[in-house]
Structure formats: structure tokens, C-alpha cells
């Protein structure tokens, strides 16, 4: 596809308020391009930035793929030299070709490190549940310098072999974030979501309770999670369900993102349903990608609102304007409990937006940082090597009031984690709290987060 260089002139004002962005990967002139950002943060608050490097040019399938990093030590200010993580193969090396498209999350009481990725020798295209596209798991006990991994295919197919959609022939991890839940922990650590993208069967999310050593369906496998997305990026609401945020393919015209939640009614047993999803397009107000169709990072954090004070949570969403892949910012909404207590609420009526690239520009993530700071981390400036697009790829430091134009700031009191038990209304006693302070009287407590007797309890 060509890509047309568009610049809104609409976005040039607020562009000079945002810090210098640092180049991390470059693609231009390079025999060997870049592509697919990824970022996390240790415990210790360092930052490690990925990118696939990507020696047979393309996706998964057309030759070997490393996947390099670099440190930050100092909230992203500076950047060590560049080093290869996990090395990748050569032709004919089956699952150890190549790695790429990886998506990673930190344990917040361990901190060690766990990757997913797309693995192997076989395109997701002419994937097949006879020969797969695969699926890597890796781990890593030092901040990310040294990895650690397995050949995961079979654990995550099979976890849908029985489904009534048929089983699924190709699938792969939405690249970017992971998200560990801030308040469920049923097992030996918090609980990690991994959304799948998947050949004839949308998008499929997975769970784990124990850091990557068992796995499980979160959901119904014989129902659809987002029956036509794409590549998904997964995030914990505030009330502890799941948001699952979709990218929509190039058959839809208007083209935004589709939005699903996933409903709790047993934390403990991970039992529930997901609802029907939701699109948000212009039409809705929502999130507008024009003209083209590309993977963005979803993100939920704590804020106060500064018109009046008020602590709430915040949706961010990146992903290419447009038209074409370019012009790669953030909508943003200010959420209230209505706004996530269903897909349509959530999709609709985004507040405003921010633009961080004024030129060609695809995939994007973020991370809140120790400082208070959002990284940003996105592809920019298109390369063609033939007719595939390489990227050369970007790091930025945000700060909430840069990204809502000073509606927001964000609220490092909610940052911090908190287990949640489940319980039914029945169950509660003496006076209860909302997740901002406000009492809840016996009679008007629903579904949610609350604060009873001094521990926070999701009711359902």
C-alpha cells in the first residue's frame, strides 16, 4: 500500500510543547530495518525499549528476526548502546528462526520479566493448526539483558482446540504492553492478561495466575471475544473487568478501533462473560484512525481532573490519525463508572486528542514511568524495501498535562496495587466506599470496586 505524507496543519500548535523525541532504532539506509515497538519498566524504574530487527526485512516467515534492546537508567533521558536480547536463527532453524512482534510485562512483586512473541518460520497467513505460525515464551531474572524461553505454540492453541468456532489456525500476540491486574491475585502473583489475534476466529484472551507457568482461556472459547478484530492490546478497567482494544481490518471503511469488556462474576474462578463488542469511529465520537488500519496501545491510569479537583481515570488510545499511516497521537477520555460499564459507553464520546508525529507514522506503545512521565514509543518516517515498510522507530516523554492540554494531571495515589476479593452485595456489611472516596449507602450498592471495612472488594 502507498503511503501518502499528510500533515494536518491543525496539529502543528500543540506540537511545541512536547519534549524532543530520541531516536532509538534507525531504518534509513540500513541494511538490516527495524520495526514493532515495545517498552517496560522494571522495578527499579529502568526502562527497556525493543524493537525487532529484522534480517529477512519482513514479518514472521520471510527469514531470520532478532529482537534488540536498549537501557534507560535515568526515566528515559538517556539510552544505552544498542544489543541484540533474544538472537534469532537462520533459514531452516524451524521455531528458533525468528522472533519478533513481542509484547512484555514486568511482575510488580518480583520484577522479573515475561515476553511473548511470534516465533518461527511460518507466515501467519498461510498459518494452519497442522503447522502453525509459533508462539514464543521467554523470561527473563535480570531487568531484560538475558533471556530464557520456550516453544509455547501448543500450550496457547490447544487452549481453544475444542471450541465450537473450530479450531484456531494462525495466531500471535497484540505487540506492546501486557497487563498484570493492579487487584486481582488468586495465585502466586498478580494476574496477567495476553490478547491473541487469531485466523478465523478474531481475537482470543489468555490468563495467567502464576507468572507464565500455567495458561487458561479468560472468557467462553465457544464465543467470540471480538469476532472480526485484528491485532488487540488488552487493559484493566478500574472496576476490575477487562477492556479488550481492537484493531479493525481494511475491509471496514470508517475505521477506528473496536472495544470489548470482559465481566467478572467469580474473580477467583476467572468466571464471566465477554459482552458484545463496540465500535468507535468518527461516527461515535470515538477514536478515528483514517484510512488505515494499524495496532495502538490502550492505557488506563489514575488522574485528577483539575477543572474541579475530582480523582477518576483516564482512556488513552495511540494510534495513526491519518489519513494513511501517519500522523500517530493519543485521544484520550476522562472516564466515569458509566463510561466502562459497557462497550458502547466506552467507545463513544472521547474527550479530545493529542498529536505527537506529523508525518508517516504506524505502530505505537507507551509506559508510565517513575517520574510521573508517560514514554511514548512509536514507528516513524516510512521506508519501502520493495514493498514492505520499515520504520525507524522513536521514544518521547509525555506528561498527562501535555496530553489533555492540562485537563488532567496524573494521581500517583492510585498507582498503587490492591488485592481484591469477591463477594456478592449480600455479603457487605457496615458503611462502603467507591474507588474515590464517596459513600454508598446499603441500598445503592451494584457491580464494582468498593471499600468495605477497610479492604477493597469487587462486587458483582
Not at 515497538?37 to 529502568?46: E, R
Amino acid at each position: 500500500m502507498r503511503v501518502i505524507l499528510f500533515i494536518l496543519t491543525f496539529f502543528l500548535p500543540l506540537i511545541g510543547h512536547a519534549q524532543d523525541k530520541v531516536l532509538l532504532f534507525e531504518s534509513f539506509d540500513a541494511e538490516i530495518p527495524y520495526r514493532i515497538p515495545a517498552i517496560v519498566k522494571n522495578l527499579d524504574g529502568s526502562l527497556l525499549a525493543i524493537a525487532d530487527h529484522r534480517r529477512g526485512i519482513g514479518d514472521i516467515g520471510s527469514g531470520p528476526i532478532d529482537i534488540h534492546g536498549r537501557f534507560s537508567y535515568d526515566n528515559g533521558l538517556t539510552w544505552s548502546d544498542e544489543e541484540v536480547i533474544i538472537p534469532g536463527g537462520e533459514i531452516g532453524d524451524g521455531f528458533d528462526c525468528a522472533h519478533g512482534d513481542a509484547a512484555v510485562v514486568c511482575d510488580r512483586e518480583t520484577g522479573q520479566l515475561m515476553m511473548l512473541a511470534a516465533s518461527g518460520e511460518i507466515r501467519y497467513s498461510a498459518s494452519t493448526r497442522e503447522n502453525p505460525i509459533s508462539v514464543g515464551l521467554f523470561f527473563s531474572e535480570d531487568g531484560g539483558h538475558t533471556w530464557s524461553g520456550e516453544n509455547a505454540t501448543e500450550i496457547f492453541y490447544s487452549l481453544f482446540d475444542d471450541s465450537s468456532l473450530g479450531a484456531i489456525k494462525g495466531m500471535f500476540v497484540g505487540s506492546g504492553k501486557l497487563t498484570q491486574s493492579k487487584y486481582i491475585k488468586v495465585g502466586s502473583n498478580y494476574r496477567v492478561y495476553v490478547p491473541f489475534c487469531c485466523r478465523n476466529n478474531g481475537n482470543r484472551v489468555a490468563y495467567t495466575d502464576d507468572f507464565g507457568k500455567s495458561w487458561h482461556a479468560l472468557g467462553d472459547i465457544n464465543s467470540y471475544v471480538v469476532k472480526n478484530g485484528d491485532e488487540p492490546k488488552i487493559e484493566e478497567l478500574p472496576d476490575g473487568n477487562v477492556l479488550i482494544s481492537s484493531r479493525m481490518s481494511s475491509a471496514v471503511q470508517l475505521r477506528g478501533r473496536y472495544f470489548n469488556i470482559f465481566q467478572y462474576t467469580d474473580v477467583e474462578k476467572a468466571e464471566g462473560s465477554w459482552l458484545v463488542a463496540a465500535t468507535s469511529t468518527q461516527k461515535q465520537n470515538g477514536v478515528s484512525a483514517l484510512s488505515n488500519n494499524t495496532n495502538g496501545e490502550i492505557y488506563v491510569l489514575p488522574v485528577i481532573r483539575k477543572s474541579d479537583g475530582l480523582k477518576m481515570h483516564i482512556a488513552l488510545q495511540s494510534i495513526p490519525f491519518g489519513p494513511n499511516r501517519a500522523n500517530v497521537g493519543i485521544y484520550y477520555k476522562g472516564l466515569t463508572a458509566d463510561d466502562y460499564s459497557s462497550p458502547t459507553n466506552f467507545a463513544q464520546d472521547w474527550e479530545g486528542s493529542y498529536p505527537v508525529s506529523t508525518t508517516t507514522s504506524a505502530y505505537s506503545t507507551m509506559v508510565l514511568q517513575d517520574d510521573g512521565v508517560l514514554g511514548f514509543y512509536w514507528e516513524e518516517n516510512v521506508q519501502y524495501n520493495g514493498n514492505i515498510e520499515t520504520y525507524d522507530l522513536y521514544y518521547q516523554r509525555l506528561t498527562m498535562e501535555q496530553i489533555t492540554e492540562d485537563k488532567y494531571s496524573l494521581d500517583d495515589g492510585g498507582l498503587e496495587p490492591t488485592d481484591i476479593k469477591s463477594v456478592t452485595t449480600k455479603h457487605i456489611s457496615e458503611m462502603s466506599y467507591d474507588i474515590i472516596g464517596k459513600a454508598i449507602s446499603d441500598n445503592s450498592v451494584g457491580r464494582g470496586i468498593l471499600v468495605n471495612k477497610g479492604r477493597k472488594i469487587l462486587c458483582k
